[in-house]
C-alpha cells in the first residue's frame, strides 16, 4: 500500500471502531505521528486531505515546520522548558505537559503571543522510572495549578501505555486514564464540554477507541516502518 492508502485504510479502521463503540467516528481525530519521517512524506499527506501531524522532536518539527504547507501541528514528545519558546508559536497542541513549570513556561510565552495554548496533562501508567508523566495521583494537583495559569488551557489528558505485543494489555490502561479524565471533568478542570483523551498508537488505536480516545497518534501504520 503507499501512503494515500494506508491513510484510507487507517480512517476506515477508525470508523469501523468508533461505530462497534456506538460513537460518532468524528469524535476521533487522528495525529499522524511523522517522528524521522521526511518533510516530502508529511506534504503527501497534506495534500492528501490530511492536515493533522504530531512531532516529537524540537529540531526536526522547526525543520518540517518551514518545508511543510497547510499542516496543523501538535507537540507529543517530551519538552524542554528551554525550547518552549520555540514551538508554541507554530503548534495548535501541546500533548506532553508533565510539570507545573513547563506548564508555566508555556502560559508565559502564550501570553507574551496573546495566544492561549491547549494542552494534555501526559499521565505516566506504566509507573516505568525512565518514562514522563505524572503519577495518576499528581493529575488532580497538576491540573488545578494549570487552571490559574492564563495562558494555558488543560483539554485533557495523554498516556503511552507501557509497550506490550498484545493490543488487548493495553485497555485497563486506556480504561484507566479514561477515569482520571472523568475526575478533571467532574472538578471542572477542563474548560471543554469532553475531555480530550490522546491515547492509542498503530498498535492499539482500535482498543484506545473502544475506551474513549478522541486523538489517536499513529506513526508507523500510516508512514511505514521506522528506519
Ligand atoms: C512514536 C509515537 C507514537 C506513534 O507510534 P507508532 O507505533 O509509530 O504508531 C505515538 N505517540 C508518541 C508519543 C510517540 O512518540
Known amino acids: 500500500m ?4 494506508r491513510l484510507r485504510d487507517i480512517q476506515a479502521r ?23 519521517f521526511p518533510a516530502e512524506m508529511v506534504q ?13 522532536y524540537v529540531q526536526e518539527f522547526l525543520s518540517k515546520a518551514e518545508q511543510v ?3 496543523t501541528w501538535h507537540f507529543i514528545g517530551h519538552l524542554q522548558s528551554n525550547k518552549v519558546k520555540k514551538v508554541v508559536g507554530q503548534v495548535a497542541m501541546i500533548h506532553s505537559v508533565d510539570r507545573l513549570s513547563l506548564a508555566e513556561e508555556i502560559s508565559a510565552r502564550c501570553m ?26 499528581e493529575v488532580v494537583t497538576l491540573a488545578q495549578a494549570c487552571s490559574r495559569l492564563p495562558g494555558v488551557q488543560v483539554r485533557g489528558l495523554m498516556a503511552l501505555p507501557p509497550p506490550a505485543e498484545d493490543p488487548e494489555s493495553s ?52 508512514f511505514g516502518p521506522r528506519g
Open 2 to 5: 503507499d501512503l494515500r492508502e
Open 171 to 222: 485497555r485497563p490502561h486506556f480504561r484507566h486514564l479514561r477515569q482520571l479524565a472523568e475526575v478533571l471533568k467532574e472538578q471542572g478542570l477542563v474548560t471543554t464540554p469532553v475531555a480530550e483523551l490522546s491515547m492509542g498508537m498503530s498498535q492499539d488505536f482500535e482498543v484506545a477507541i473502544s475506551e474513549g480516545a478522541t486523538l489517536i497518534r499513529v506513526g508507523t501504520s500510516l
Open 14 to 36: 477508525i470508523k469501523v471502531a468508533a461505530i462497534a463503540a456506538g460513537r460518532p467516528p468524528d469524535e476521533i481525530q487522528l495525529v499522524a505521528v511523522a517522528k524521522t
Open 112 to 137: 507574551a503571543l496573546q495566544k492561549v495554548m491547549p494542552i494534555l496533562i501526559e499521565v505516566n501508567l506504566g509507573s516505568e522510572i525512565s518514562k514522563s508523566g505524572v503519577t495518576p495521583e
Open 44 to 56: 503527501q499527506l497534506v495534500d492528501e486531505g490530511h492536515h493533522l501531524i504530531g512531532e516529537n
Open 69 to 71: 504547507y497547510g499542516a
